[in-house]
Every structure is written in structure tokens, then in C-alpha cells.
């Protein structure tokens, strides 16, 4: 194989780009490397950096520039009669994670393929370019192909193109963070007779093989790609893939869930502003500061992670750099790259780059490349997976374990309605149309008096049998557990993490201490764990928590046999596979509890592709409907009902008024932009004001808004009117699951946009909190006009006229607010 003379940061003076992206005679180009112009709608290179670390491949590299239209039989095989028997391949991705272009590489000549769309939806011959691809490359096995993340690749082409991929290699191990890290790309070219520094890999590599990624970049990547790969030196060791022999909807299931995966990763925050007390302390060892929120806390930094301080100091601002020492609560010690005084005020505190992602995140992609090596055959041969993903090839199920018949025993302060009733006994028979069970539970309609009552019976007409409740997050799983509690249930734990409870949370969990185990505190055999669990067979906890290999012993003792899903409406389907992966020997019945008329999946605004187990129209349609809620006023109730459950809701309760229901017109509210999101000052005093009347009233409230800016404003305007600020005010996606006497909701928009409410998932969470009355501030020609139809436009018209109240008229209201 060719030597290097040395390694390039830009294509040498005298290589030879060829652009063929037009069907007129090519031009070729030596304009010191800046890459043709682009004839498809992706964005033109930028100018290469002449950087003056450049240095040149031995007799060059001709690069030929194509777009997939014009992609021909030539082109491809000039790059394969250039090669050995191996290649580089080096992607640029788009903001979907399809390819906006892929480089193929020799030593000598590189081929840049330009994609406008999806391979499979273009105009003419679709399959024309894939084809060709697919014989002469991708599944030609006299070629090997290397690639830095050829998982990504492989699943990339998979699911937008409908291609497989056999000889290929990657170079790097599976990456969840979807970043290339220096240090892990310095490894994967160690022992190459070149070295090449973390330097000069940081900057090839810099936008991860994102939308921003310099074309000629890649171009340099796929050449590296098969320098490395074709090294019989290089030291890593080989990861190798073959898509070609996978099963061909398993292929598009995991490939799919894949790209959902990263697609999710891509529209997280990579800036945030961590909200902080304005007092630090300078002392030996660093900063330390104290966060003041925990969605926004300063955490343990990840690779790719840095941390920059505002500082205003002597009349002029200026930023610092500095790196997370230690994370203790909302304690965190900063190591600042520069001293400042501690006279010195902060102006603020932001994290650059991703957080890092969670266990189950990171358990998920393993999973997934482990399907795709075959070394797991869970899509093959597990029931619950084909019931889910697969029904056409559901197999008979495995008998369970447990031989006791099951039957519904209630505590004494438990009483079922039909649907209750019915939902308990689906979620505890074992028959096998029944070991998947889906629960449709709208707002109030008693979801956790079912799962109260699903795990007492089971465990009181079972001896031997577990429970596992799960929800996506914390509260949810505090919501349970404290339901339990009510129901005179208290033979639990609840697994809880250390970083949400030490410092937070704590008194959110004050009903259930006698119940708690932390993960810091998980016991690391089984002797200890059953002193942990004291013989409790019903555990919580989040899904995350349950993946933690911590939990192993944990597990053991009280295996995972029944799994309750709370709020499934609210976790993408591919959540689950990792779980059914890791319980499959024990596992007997899966239950998903939630409504997909509220809060859906993390993300599902921009990636509609994302689906929770209530878009799988096939267990849907089997769905039993808790059809009774009591929570709502009758009002409000009956509204809900008609506008978004098709008249299916019934509603038992005492309190019959219209008046439980109030709108507040604030003359002059006027909306503010708060960088991505938006406040309303105006607005904002009213909402205090009425604050203020509820407490001198006696009751018990809560505050919800859907913008973020506006709770942080409510939230210190209460606190300096020294009014109740601690557990006041939520956004309203925070809050599903929870519920109060009574509701304030801000909504903020006053212009000529709905924003918000636009999306009736969420106005559903919002207007179905209350259980005694709600009232909503607003602009009265806003909710007339452009929200007209929206639901709170239809909760107004439907009220009428004299559920307004003027803010004007609020000081002197009183009692009379809801009378």
C-alpha cells in the first residue's frame, strides 16, 4: 500500500477535483481545494483553510464530485480499480440523519455521491443509484468497507434507503453520544505508520460528520478511513457488521428505532443556562456554586462538555472558562481557567455541548448494535417483542411460571367502578391474549387506583408472584407510590436516584421514606438485598433505574415477572426493548398504562415518526377505556369529554357550577420574546394578584404556564411578595399526573400567533388539573380572535360570556371568585 508523505488538513495543491453533478463536460479543477459548486439543494462547500500544517498524499488524490441522479457505473468503478480489495466510506448527515452526501475513498481516488433526498422517493428510476450502489459496493464482499461509525451508517442507509451493507467495518466502537471524541479517534488509528495527532483528528472531525461538515473533510475522512483500515498495523481491534443476512423487518425495525434514537439526540439542548445563586464562594480547590434549579443544575461533565462564567467585575464582562470538579446536590466545585475576584459578580453560568446520554439510552444502542452483529436473537425468538413489533409472526406463548389462579382482592378503602374493574382483572389474569394489556386512562378517571389495585391483588392471591411499577420519570413514580400509601398499600420500595432525591427533592418523598432506596444505597449481593426489600414483591421505579446494573441483586431476589408501564404515552416504543431484553427469562406479562390524548413522547413535535405503545394500532384497538373521571368539575368534565374523548367520559362529582371555571381578561397584557420562548409581565401581576386572594382564602393552589420564562417569573414574583413560592408554579408538561383544588393557568400569548395552543395534547393536560375550579388569565380578544378555535377557545364559548372577570375587578372579588 502507498505511503503517506505525511498527513493533509487540506487537499494538496495539485489534486485533481472533478465535478460531475451536471450532465455537461466536466471542469477540472486545481483552485487550491475549494470544492465544486453543488447542483442539489444541499448547502455549497465552504472555501478549504489552507492551514500551513498542510501536507500532500503521495502523487495526489483525484476526487470526483457527483449527485445520486447522475451517479453511473464509471464513476464507482474507477474508485474500486483504484483500490485493493477495500475502501473508506465517510457520510455528511442532514438534520434527519439521512446522507446529504457519502464519500468513497482509495488511496488515490475518492468518489463524493451527493444525495438531494431520499434515495427512495427520487424522481425517475428510485432505485437506479441504490442498485448500483448495493451490487458494486455495498454488498460486493470482495470489498471490504471502513467507515469511523459504520453502525450509524449501516442503520442510516437501512432505514432511508433501503440498502444493506455486508464486509463492513467499523473502526471506532458504537458511539451513543453520536459524537467522534479525539481520544477514541486517536485509538482507532493507533499503530498506523503515520501517526496522527489528537490535534489534527479534533479538527477532521470537529462537526462529527454533521450538516456543517466541510466536504472536503469528509473526503479526507474516508481516505483515512481506509488508510487505518487497511493497516496491518493499526492496533484496535475490528468491529465487523453485516446487514445483508439480517431479517428483512428487523432490518427496518432496529434501523428505524436507530435513527429516532439519534434524531432525538440531535434536537436536545446543546446550550444551557444553568440557573445559579448570584453568592459563590472562592475557595482552595476551585468555585463553588450552588444551582438553583434542578432541570437546569450544573451536572458532572461528559466528554464534549464544557462550562463557560460570565463574570462582570471592575465595570467591564467578560467570560471564563472553566471544568466541573464535583457535583454534590446543588453543590458543584468549578475549577475556573482564570482567576477573578471575590468581589466579582456572576452574570451567569452556561454548559456547552449535550448532556450525556442516560443508562437507558446508553443500554438501548448497545442493544441495538448487538441485534445488528447477531450475537442477540430477542427480535427472532421473544414473545412480548413479536406481540409488540411483530404480530404477524406471533408465536404461542410460554407458559408462566406462576400456577395460582389469580383473583381481585381490594383493600378495604378500595372501591372499582365497571371500567376499573375490568382493567384490574385483564392486568391480572396471565391467559395468553392477555400478556399484553393496554389501559386508556384519560384525566382523573383513577389510573393509579387501577395499578394500586392490580399490584395488591396479584400479590395477595400470589404468593410467590412480583410486581414492577415503572414510569419515565421521578414524580410519576412518586405519584404511584403515594397512591399506594392512600389506598393502605405500603408493602413496597421505590428505587429513587440520588442525584433527583439528596438536595432536591426530599420532601416530596415524605409519605414514602419508611419506603425509599436510593441508588447510592443498592445493595451489591443478595444476602443484602433481601434486608433491603424486607420480603416486598412490589417494586418502583423509573425505567432507567431499572436498567441500572446496580439493580442486578435487586432483581434477583424480586425478579422482574409483572411490569406495570405508568404514563406510557409519554416513552417511545423502542424504551421497551432493552427491558424485555434484560428480563426475558422472567418477564410474564406487560401492562402499559397512559393516554395518548395527553402528553406523547419527548420530541414527537419534530420527529412525528416517533410512536408509544398506543400508536401500535394493533394492540390500541384491544385498549381498555377507563371511562369515569372524578376529578374535574362537572363543567369542565363534560367539556373535556365532547372535545377530545368523543363523549366516551363520564363524570361523577359534587361540584356543578359554571362557575368553577373563571377566564380573567387582562387589559393591556402584551407577550415579550424570552430567547427561544416568551413571557408576559402583565400578565404575570394578575396571576400574583390572584395568588395573593387564594392564600388570604385558605386554599390550596397551584400556578401552570406553558412557557418556561413566564414560570421562572412567577416563581420569584412570589417569592418576593413573600407569598408560597416552593412546589407553586409548573409548566404544564411537568405537571400531567398531578393535580390541585384548584389551578391558575397563565397563557401567556397575547399576539397574532396561538403557539401553545396549537397543540391540544398539551391544552388537555392544562385544562384537566383542577378539582375544585381553574382559573385562566389571558386576553379576552386573543382567545376570541386567534384562539378561537383552540380548545381554550372552545372551553370560553362554551362558557359564555359571564365566566369573565375583568383583572380590574380581582381586588375586589373575594369569595365570589368561584360563587
Known sequence: MPLVAGFFICIAVGAKIVDQASPSNSTMLKDRGRMPTSHSSCPPSRPINMSSSKLTLAGGLEVQAVDEAQLNHHHVQRVLDSAEN?????????????????????????????????????????????????????????VTKYAFLMDKLIFTLAHWYGVRISSA???????????????????????????????????????????????????????????????????????????????????????????????????????????????????KGGLDLTSARFKTRITRASAGQRLEIRVSQGGREFNVSARTKQVEGRGAKVAPAKVFSSSASIVHVKTYGRERPTNAEEVRHE????????????????????????????????????IRNRRVVLSDRTILNGSQGRAVEAIISLEGRRRVVLIH???????????????????????????????????????????????????????????????WHEHLYQK??????????????????????LGSRVILSTISNLLNQKMASITLVAPVQTLIVDEASQIGVGDYLP????????????????????????????????????????????????????????????????????GLLDTIHNLTSRKTCRFVNVYGTKEEKKGHSWMNLREAATVISLARLMVNLGLSFRIITPYDPQRSLL?????????????????????????????????????????????????????????????????????????????????????????????????????????
Open 512 to 533: 414514602v421514606e419508611r419506603n425509599l432506596i436510593r441508588t447510592d444505597s443498592l445493595p451489591d449481593d443478595t444476602l443484602a438485598a433481601h434486608r433491603v426489600l
Open 169 to 283: 467495518v467499523s473502526l471506532l466502537p458504537p458511539e451513543p453520544r453520536d459524537s467522534l471524541i479525539p481520544v477514541a479517534l486517536e485509538e482507532a488509528v493507533k499503530g498506523t505508520p503515520r501517526v496522527f495527532t489528537k490535534a489534527i483528528l479534533s479538527e477532521l472531525f470537529k462537526d462529527h460528520e454533521g450538516q456543517q461538515t466541510d466536504q472536503a473533510h469528509t473526503v479526507r475522512q474516508a481516505w483515512l478511513a481506509q488508510y487505518a483500515g487497511g493497516s496491518s498495523t493499526r492496533t484496535a481491534t475490528p468491529i465487523r457488521y453485516n446487514s445483508a443476512d439480517m431479517d428483512a423487518l428487523h432490518l427496518e425495525e432496529t434501523s428505524r428505532l436507530y435513527c429516532l434514537a439519534l434524531q432525538l439526540r440531535q434536537i436536545k439542548p446543546d446550550v444551557v443556562k444553568n440557573d445559579i445563586d448570584k453568592a459563590f464562594k472562592i475557595g
Open 715 to 819: 416563581e420569584n414574583e412570589l417569592k418576593r411578595e413573600k407569598l408560597p413560592h416552593e412546589d407553586k408554579v409548573f409548566n404544564v408538561d411537568s405537571f400531567q399526573g398531578n393535580e390541585a383544588d384548584f389551578i391558575i393557568v397563565s397563557l401567556v400569548r397575547s399576539g397574532t400567533k396561538l403557539g401553545f395552543l396549537q397543540e391540544q395534547r398539551r391544552a388537555n393536560v392544562m385544562l384537566t388539573r383542577c378539582k375544585k375550579g381553574m382559573v385562566i388569565c389571558t386576553n379576552r380578544t386573543f382567545v376570541e380572535g386567534v384562539a378561537r378555535d383552540s380548545l381554550v377557545g372552545k372551553l370560553a364559548r362554551s362558557l359564555g360570556p359571564e365566566a369573565w372577570i375583568d383583572s380590574s375587578q380581582l381586588a375586589g372579588i373575594g369569595g365570589r371568585l368561584f360563587a
Open 367 to 402: 442493544l441495538l448494535i448487538d441485534i445488528l452483529k447477531g450475537t442477540v436473537r430477542l427480535l427472532h425468538t421473544n414473545t412480548f417483542v413479536q406481540r409488540i413489533f411483530f404480530p404477524e409472526r406471533l408465536g404461542p406463548w410460554p407458559a408462566a411460571r406462576s
Open 579 to 646: 427491558v424485555i431484553h434484560r428480563f426475558q427469562n422472567t418477564l410474564e406479562k406487560l401492562v402499559f398504562i397512559g393516554d395518548d390524548k395527553q402528553l406523547a413522547p419527548y420530541g414527537y413535535e419534530q420527529i412525528k415518526e416517533l410512536e408509544s405503545i398506543f400508536e401500535k394500532q394493533h394492540l390500541r384497538r384491544d385498549a381498555i377505556l377507563l371511562d369515569t373521571q372524578y376529578r374535574m368539575p362537572v363543567v369542565l368534565g363534560n367539556f373535556i369529554s365532547k372535545h377530545v374523548y368523543s
Open 86 to 142: 477495500y475502501i473508506g466510506l465517510a457520510p455528511i448527515y442532514g438534520p434527519n440523519v439521512a446522507l446529504t452526501s457519502l464519500t468513497l475513498a482509495s488511496n488515490t481516488q475518492a468518489l463524493v455521491i451527493r444525495f438531494s433526498r431520499v434515495m427512495s422517493s427520487m424522481a425517475g428510476n428510485p432505485r437506479k443509484a441504490q442498485n448500483l450502489l448495493e451490487d458494486k459496493v455495498f454488498c460486493n464482499d470482495s
Open 441 to 503: 386512562g384519560p384525566p382523573g378517571t383513577g389510573k393509579t387506583t387501577v395499578i394500586a389495585a392490580s399490584a395488591h391483588s396479584i400479590v395477595r392471591s400470589d404468593l410467590s408472584a412480583t410486581v414492577w411499577l415503572v414510569a419515565h420519570s421521578n414524580v410519576a413514580v412518586k405519584n404511584i407510590a403515594e397512591k399506594l400509601v392512600n389506598s393502605n398499600f405500603l408493602d413496597f420500595k421505590i428505587v429513587v436516584s440520588k442525584e433527583f432525591h439528596f438536595d
